[in-house]
């Protein structure tokens, strides 16, 4: 019962979940020795933080996608042999 297409789309679903935050966290971290202050005005206005949280979402989302393209496709490399 635990092979089931269902469970196995499950599984998947909160594997990308989960992934994905991982690396917007990572990303979030990473961000925080960037230096916003020199592009905007007032660097810690709300536009400042929703402009860095879009940034983070973005890369990280970018990156949790890579991520699971390489994973599928190196997964996908059996069918060539």
């Known amino acids: 019962m635990l092979d089931s297409p269902g469970t196995q789309i499950g599984t998947q679903a909160l594997l990308f ?11 979030w971290w990473a961000l925080q020795s960037f230096r916003f202050d020199v592009f905007f005005k007032n660097p810690n206005g709300s536009r400042a933080k929703v402009m860095m949280l879009l940034i983070t979402i973005t890369i990280g989302s970018i990156v949790g996608n890579f991520f699971f393209n390489y994973l599928y496709q190196s997964l996908r490399l059996n069918y060539l042999f």
């Open 17 to 27: 979940l989960v992934v994905n935050l991982f690396f917007i966290v990572v990303t």
